[in-house]
């Protein structure tokens, strides 16, 4: 079965900080994505990659930046964190039709 | 673009009681669609999906989902639900180039024993 594991689970920043969330999977998949999910608003799509060093923008990408180091590796990037991104992010890698999840990191911007 | 509604934010039913969630796509041309499942604490895991075919898909624990191109639904349903169905239930619907989904706001099912 797909494995997907995303760190910290937990973290707390303050207004300006900067922040990296991890996520890594053990399935060669060549696709990772990036996701925030908020009350009302379902799952939403932050930044996506179909391989090492490739990165496409998703649908709510402002204030977030991305990176993918290898097969295994997706790292996000707030560089100046918001109170408006505290949320729960997952990280998802896609293997054909079905993407596969984390655990998600909750993140909270003071 | 692609959307998906689902209009029902929280759903309470009874343990044993029957279930149905509603979902509402906007896609042009055939879509692949989807309903993940958010039990609490954890990731999304795949309930089932809908590829061109059959409009019956039958999911695990006993789910199953009805596609309709005439009312551009994708409604999930149970026949009798356990306190374990407890959780967020996701629509989604794949983009024509099949990179990306879109997902609705989510269901969340409360089980009343």
């Known amino acids: 079965e797909a494995a997907v594991t995303q760190s910290p689970r937990n973290k707390v920043t303050v207004t300006g900080g900067n922040v990296t969330l991890s996520c890594r999977q053990t399935n060669s998949h060549n696709y990772m994505y990036w996701y925030r999910q908020d009350t009302g608003h379902g799952l939403r799509l932050i930044h996506y990659?179909?391989?090492?060093?490739?990165?496409q923008i998703g649908d709510v990408p402002d204030g977030y930046k991305a990176t993918r180091t290898t097969q295994e590796d997706f790292f996000l990037l707030l560089e100046l964190a918001s109170p408006s991104q505290t949320s729960l992010y997952f990280c998802?890698?896609?293997?054909?039709?079905?993407?596969?999840f984390g655990p998600g990191t909750r993140l909270t911007v003071l | 673009a692609q959307s998906v509604t689902q209009p029902d934010a929280r759903v309470t039913v009874s343990e044993g009681a029957s279930l149905q969630l509603r979902c509402k796509y906007s896609?042009?041309?055939?879509?692949?669609l989807f309903w993940y499942v958010q039990y609490p604490r954890q990731g999304l895991q795949l309930l089932l999906k809908y590829y061109p075919g059959d409009p019956v898909v039958q999911g695990v624990n006993g789910f199953e989902a009805e596609f309709s191109k005439s009312n551009s639904s994708f409604h999930l349903r149970k026949a009798s639900v356990h306190w374990s169905d407890w959780a967020v239930y996701f629509c989604?619907?794949?983009?024509?180039?099949?990179?990306?989904?879109?997902f609705g706001i989510g269901t969340r099912v409360l089980v009343r024993p």
């Open positions: 998802a890698s896609r293997d054909r039709g079905e993407q596969y």
């Open positions: 989604a619907v794949k983009d024509s180039a099949g990179n990306k989904l879109t």
């Open positions: 896609y042009f041309g055939t879509p692949y």
């Open positions: 990659s179909y391989g090492a060093g490739n990165l």
